[in-house]
């Protein structure tokens, strides 16, 4: 059981000053065992303050987090555990890298774990294998590694850590179609084989719309959508509203209803577009 | 946390005091810190705490943002005041005590003169943004290109350097995140462990520290830049009426500070 829950939850930024800025505000969230959700929102939204609340990297100044019943903020010592049991991958978490090696770098979070050199061995081996990054690179240096591997080698540091709630940061920003598809598969297994419950931030829409069982929309620091794909993007004009895209999909599903063309509601991947599409066409047939 | 240094920073405002033009501001800042070593007596002490008080109000600066500034220097203020309160000669407060009345005044005084120093000091940093300051510097000193002095890329240099603290200050905080996300430990064990403990922040930060430099050298030269030599600027730094005016008065609290010396008040 790993289940998180943020209780109004509120964070002020250098409260006091000429530069105070709320960046969240009464955010009540939870998100239980195993489930796959993605937050999305505008730059600056409260995404990334939101998330460094939920492995006690940043302290609310209103409100609580619990896992599993109990507040992570509770002491050092719980601050310090929860890290262990929610993994958080920055955004642009290759500027993090600083071993010498790849391998050395990956087994940073299981050894300040204080496990045996075995178990994190077999760690190591297991998250280079999640995410893709083949034995052959342990040796080398993180440095003179491409910028997909590095986000990938980052990543892999993270999983080394077994989290039971694995938190992504933009995993994707950056890197070309492909390094993207490459890492939402990662992730994808990963949460597969161990069960995980993973929330991931992301623009990319497409993606988001094809993984995620829930999705959680910030606008300047508060919630102001949280339920299933499907519900989320039937709203599409609203989204649009708050400056951020729809998967491609929905964008074409809204385009064509404007149009006269009566699709049903709740269409954002392509393979629902077709399927509609193809449904209507057999109507129009008989 | 270390994004809660103010130590020297700017806080953006639309006063007066803000308005005035930096070369005026660092004069003054001269000028008030000849003036504070004139004091002697109460009466000068009285002046210049005034002056300051002005000065602070006209630039809105609260109270509580100028102590903040003044609090890392506290543990000197404080030593300082008790040397002087046990070590000067005088009449005792009672007979046979070590303090005396000459001692507190002393102190007291010695007090003034620091706190006074900072908040001087902090009104041309709280109230001038880095550029305008290094800016307002470069002209001060242009005279010395006379004698071959680089002084714009010296200010170039203290510019540039002091346009980086913020970023690198965010950019090691975002570090020292990641880093604990992944349950490095900063706070405890002991000295040698703690020293390890910083080089997972200290690897990245120079990687990151040396590519930004080597990107900034190139955007610089893409747009031609080759130093100091014909430069013009956008922001052109005028004199107007009312910094004549700020120098005048700047001048007259002198003269009155040297005045009261003399009368020894
Ligand atoms: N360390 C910080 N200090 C001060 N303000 C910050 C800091 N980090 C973020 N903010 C502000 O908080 C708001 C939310 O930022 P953030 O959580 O990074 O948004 P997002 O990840 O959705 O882009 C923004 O207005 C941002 O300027
Ligand atoms: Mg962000």
């Not at chain 1, 019943?69 to 500027?95: C, H, S």
């Not at chain 2, 200010?155 to 980086?164: D, N």
């Not at chain 2, 975002?174 to 900063?186: H, T």
Request: glycine share 8%; charged share 20%.
């Amino acid at each position: 059981m790993a289940e998180i829950i943020t209780e109004k939850l509120s964070h002020v930024y250098s409260a006091g000053t000429p530069f105070e800025s709320t960046a969240l505000h009464d955010v009540s969230i939870s998100i239980p065992q195993g489930q796959f959700a993605a937050v999305i929102g505008h730059t600056g939204s409260g995404k990334s303050t939101f998330i460094q609340h939920l492995n006690a990297l940043l302290q609310p100044t209103e409100g609580r987090v619990l896992l599993d019943g109990q507040d992570i903020n509770n002491d050092k010592y719980t601050r310090r555990d929860v890290k262990w049991k929610v993994g958080l991958v920055f955004q642009y978490p290759e500027y993090q890298l600083f071993e010498e090696t790849v391998y050395k770098d990956i087994a940073f979070g299981p050894s300040n774990m204080k496990l045996s050199k075995e178990e994190i061995d077999e760690r190591v081996r297991e998250a280079a294998a999640f995410t893709g990054v083949s034995e052959e690179l342990f040796e080398r240096s993180p440095l003179e590694l491409s910028g997909g591997q590095k986000r990938r080698i980052a990543i892999a540091g993270v999983i080394a850590m077994r989290p039971e709630i694995l938190i992504l940061d933009e995993p994707t920003a950056g890197l070309d179609p492909a390094g993207c598809a490459q890492i939402f598969e990662n992730i994808r297994s990963y949460r597969e084989k161990s069960g995980a419950t993973v929330l991931i931030v992301s623009h990319s829409m497409d993606d988001v719309a094809r993984l995620a069982e829930r999705i959680i929309v910030f606008d300047r620091g508060t919630v102001v959508m949280d339920d299933t794909p499907a519900s989320v993007f039937s709203r599409a004009k609203e989204l649009m509203e708050i400056g951020l895209n729809v998967p491609k999909a929905a964008e074409l599903a809204v385009a064509l209803r404007d149009r006269g063309i009566g699709l049903p509601e709740g269409i954002f991947t392509h393979e629902r577009l077709l399927a509609a599409l193809l449904q209507l066409r057999e109507g129009r047939k008989c | 946390m270390l994004r809660d240094v103010t130590l020297g920073q700017y806080f953006p405002g639309n006063t007066v005091v803000h308005r005035l033009d930096p070369r005026t501001k660092i004069l003054l800042v001269v000028i008030y810190i000849i003036a504070l070593f004139q004091a002697q007596g109460w009466i000068s002490y009285g002046l210049v705490t005034l002056v300051t008080l002005v000065c602070m109000a006209l630039s809105k600066i609260k109270p509580s943002s100028m102590f903040k500034g003044v609090k890392p220097m506290l543990f000197i203020i404080v030593l300082t005041a008790l040397l002087n309160i046990f070590y000067t000669e005088g009449t005792p407060i009672r007979p046979g005590w070590i303090i005396t009345w000459e001692g507190i005044a002393r102190a007291v005084q010695m007090m003034l003169r620091i706190i006074l120093l900072i908040s001087g000091t902090f009104l041309l940093t709280y109230t001038t943004s880095p550029i305008a300051l290094t800016d307002g510097l470069e002209m001060l000193l242009s005279p010395l290109k006379k004698l071959k002095v680089p002084v714009h890329e010296m200010t170039m240099m203290m510019s540039m350097a002091l346009r980086f603290i913020p970023t690198l200050i965010a950019e090691t905080d975002k570090i020292m995140s990641a880093q604990k996300a992944r349950g490095a430990d900063f706070e405890t064990g002991s000295l040698i462990q703690r020293a390890k403990a910083l080089l997972p922040i200290l690897v990245p930060l120079f990687v990151s520290a040396f590519k930004r430099a080597d990107e900034l050298a190139v955007a610089m030269e893409s747009r031609c830049y080759h130093g100091g030599e014909g430069r013009t600027r956008m922001k052109q730094l005028i004199m107007q009426r009312r910094d004549t005016i700020a120098l005048v008065l700047g001048l007259l609290f002198l003269t009155a500070m040297i005045v009261l010396k003399r009368v020894g008040l």
